[in-house]
């Protein structure tokens, strides 16, 4: 069960729901899902083999959301330095799993997750080697995208 603890939303490290989540991103080998809606695609979803060892485990998932402003979250409580803190948490998860997760916004690459992450100027804020802000500018158009404005 995913808490709010030490203020902030927290992934423990045994938690049934991520495990289970990272645990079928790892055993995918590869392919793709388009969503749409109204006939109109709003995202698309792929996951592959990073390295031509398909037995090493490394995997990338790419989420692009073509239409990210139909994704909206409802507005919370948390401030951005919470919400880095479970980023960090779900980050580590994927780098121990070998995986790589890559948010991209219509097409352009943002955020980066796990394993194959190579922050540079964003490991000074995050404090994580796990997480990678691509571009700044795609990463705070995404936040915006997200915010629910009701």
Request: zero cysteines; charged letters at 30%.
């Amino acid at each position: 069960m995913v808490f709010l603890g030490k203020r902030h939303l927290h992934i423990p490290e045994s938690d049934h729901i991520v495990d289970g989540l990272v645990g079928l991103l790892s055993s995918a080998n590869s392919g793709s899902i388009k969503l749409e809606f109204a006939n109109k695609p709003v995202a698309e979803i792929g996951i592959f083999s990073t390295d031509n060892l398909s037995n090493s485990g490394k995997k990338r998932i790419k989420v692009d959301l073509l239409e990210p402003g139909l994704f909206k979250v409802q507005d919370d409580d948390l401030g951005l330095f919470d919400k880095l803190r479970t980023a960090t948490e779900l980050a580590q998860k994927l780098t121990d799993n070998m995986l790589t997760l890559s948010l991209f916004r219509k097409g352009k690459e943002a955020i980066t997750l796990g394993e194959g992450a190579h922050p540079s100027f964003s490991r000074l804020i995050t404090r994580s080697g796990d997480i990678q802000l691509n571009s700044l500018k795609e990463s705070t158009k995404l936040r915006k995208d997200f915010k629910d404005e009701d």
